[in-house]
């Protein structure tokens, strides 16, 4: 395991739109780190959303922001990578795989020379095929590359089931792992709320008391897999929800929290899935992944795993990388 000095104070951030620019907003907001570089190809436009957020940091936590160049992510603690074309309307993640693949291969030997020990997260979409590909670009550990996953996936689906029961998000428990995209998984068994599995909170306590079955499953998974189309649909991008999920992992890191979080990593061997990045529970502390959680699947849903697995499988065969 690489050895890093964890100083909780550097993040160097990679593409300067919307998501890039969102995360250091966010972090510049609640204090995460004390210095953000900012780094795109549009010099101009780093420095304008450096210089933007700077103006306002009399309101905040001390922190020094700027916009850089690639040699500066020398000494970062974290490299975000937000680098590459955006989704568009009607667009899915794994259509802008080849293009987003080539950009990365251009870059990311560059930073990895400059960064050989910083923790990376992947924003870039599609984000399990753009983090396999760093790993195979560069001589990183599979600890350090981290995909941002089905983190904002769970995000949604504990909103969604906190609405349908009414009660805070804190007091439910659920995850989604596989592919960030169409063919992610819900593990239901593995879904608890205030402390008890799904089903039994439905049956005894729930206030619909039984009423609702798979019908309303059915509905919570399509607005679970549907919610970033929906967003783009309307206003063009996504961008705040996954600048917050990128500001815990961060966050988790620099603390060195240990917490278990459902992100993109390379897979060998758990769940029987092979050299593949895919979302799956991981531990996150100060040396990025710490280690695996393998819980127990039933069988329905070990099949429903290892198809989004093979379906990412597929994508990464037609690329060049």
């Not at 251009?106 to 910083?118: H, Q």
């Amino acid at each position: 395991m690489i050895e890093v000095s964890k100083n909780g104070t550097k993040i160097t951030i990679l593409g300067a739109g919307n998501v890039g620019a969102s995360c250091a907003y966010t972090f510049a907001a609640v204090g995460t780190c004390s210095e953000i570089v900012l780094v795109d190809i549009n010099k101009e436009k780093a420095q304008g959303e450096a210089m933007d957020i700077r103006q306002g940091i009399p309101f905040c936590h001390p922190v020094d922001i700027y916009a850089g160049d690639y040699e500066d992510a020398v000494g970062s603690d974290i490299v975000i990578v937000t680098l590459g074309l955006a989704r568009k309307p009607g667009q899915t993640r794994l259509d802008l795989a080849q293009a987003n693949v080539d950009i990365i291969k251009e870059v990311m030997p560059r930073i990895a020379k400059v960064a050989p020990n910083s923790i990376y997260i992947v924003v870039s979409n599609p984000v399990d095929i753009l983090t396999y590909a760093i790993l195979k670009c560069t001589n990183l550990s599979p600890n350090q590359v981290i995909g941002s996953g089905t983190m904002l996936d769970t995000s949604r689906l504990r909103s969604c089931l906190a609405d349908h029961v009414h009660l805070s998000a804190q007091s439910v428990h659920a995850y989604v792992f596989g592919e960030h995209g169409d063919t992610s998984m819900i593990p239901w068994s593995l879904t608890n709320i205030a402390g008890m599995q799904m089903q039994e909170y439905c049956t005894n306590i729930c206030l619909h008391h039984n009423r609702c079955g798979k019908t309303e499953i059915e509905d919570i998974e399509r607005d679970v897999r549907t919610a970033g189309a929906e967003v783009i649909k309307r206003k063009g991008a996504t961008f705040y929800a996954i600048a917050l999920s990128v500001n815990k992992i961060c966050d988790v890191i620099l603390r060195d929290a240990q917490n278990i979080l459902t992100v993109s990593t390379l897979v060998n061997g758990r769940y029987g899935i092979h050299d593949v990045c895919l979302s799956l529970p991981c531990v996150i502390g100060g040396h990025g992944v710490e280690r695996e959680l393998t819980p127990p699947l039933l069988p329905e849903e070990l099949e429903q795993l290892q198809a989004s697995a093979n379906a990412l499988r597929e994508v990464i065969d037609g690329l060049e990388f």
